[in-house]
């Protein structure tokens, strides 16, 4: 087993043992009459404490402790171990506007963190595997330019005998595909089934062509190909950064509500006057 294995497994035991640790808590509390809903809300306070840590961390302009990477891990399963005992805290069904929204609330930003955990691990992988990773910025320049070569290969096409076959088709479903953007949808799951059906009906044209065509065809479906390429590392990339603007926006309101739970808690208990 590797290093990074080990490490894997030690902090996934740990984080088992700590749930566990918890669990057997709250059972105590319990059957002695106490109150397991502060046992567990106190744990579950400590450690929403901790996952904030991570901000801190990537915030601060001098090296704090280990590297940002390692602070990640940590997160990692310190936010597992969050979800757990929030399990066993949350009592259900969940009554009150106030509690509902608290709840909804953890659980959008623990299932836009684990999706963030997928996808910085995937994110990555998928990129380097294309022939050639474009900056994020940089793809819509590249996309209008892309498109307008495909424009002028379009009407340099109708100069042939046959040209007005291949000049329809590109404006009838080509144009559209160079000037708009991809759908909500291929955002969070690109795929490629756009651009295998645009080249399958190029190459139904095919027959159609004399050379002269057969070439603007094989420049068009370049085209088709170098768009989707970049439609997909667009999409690879806006995924990301959608999903982490959604998990660090939520994670402030979730800490202001948090706050406020608390204090409540606090107030309703005869500790805040």
Request: aromatic share 10%; charged share 15%; glycine share 8%.
């Amino acid at each position: 087993m590797s290093s990074l294995g080990k490490r894997r497994l030690i902090a996934s035991v740990v984080t088992l043992a700590a749930a566990a640790v918890s669990g057997y808590g709250v059972w105590l509390a319990e059957i002695r009459l106490g109150d397991p809903a502060t046992v567990s809300g106190a744990t579950l306070l400590a450690a929403t404490i901790g996952l904030f840590g991570l901000s801190a961390r990537k915030r601060s302009k001098r090296q704090i402790g280990r590297p940002v990477a390692v602070w990640m891990q940590v997160h990692v399963y310190l936010g597992s171990f969050a979800c757990v005992v929030f399990l066993m805290h949350i009592g259900w069904p969940v009554y009150g506007v106030f509690e509902q929204c608290l709840a909804f609330v953890f659980v959008f930003v623990s299932a836009t963190g684990v999706a963030l955990g997928f996808l910085s691990r995937s994110t990555p992988k998928r990129l380097a595997a294309l022939t050639k990773d474009q900056v994020f910025e940089e793809i819509p320049a590249l996309q209008i330019a892309i498109a307008g070569n495909a424009h002028t290969v379009a009407l340099e096409s109708t100069q042939h005998g046959e040209g007005a076959t291949l000049a329809e088709f590109y404006q009838r479903r080509l144009l559209p595909y160079f000037r708009s953007r991809r759908s909500w949808a291929y955002c969070l799951v690109p795929n490629g089934i756009l651009r295998r059906q645009l080249l399958r009906e190029l190459n139904d044209l095919s027959r159609y062509l004399g050379v002269p065509g057969q070439v603007s065809l094989g420049q068009l479906a370049q085209a088709v190909r170098q768009k989707d390429d970049l439609d997909y590392q667009y999409a690879l990339q806006a995924r990301l950064q959608y999903f982490y603007a959604a998990h660090v926006s939520l994670t402030w309101s979730l800490a202001i509500l948090v706050a406020v739970h608390v204090a409540l808690v606090f107030r309703f208990q005869g500790t805040l006057q």
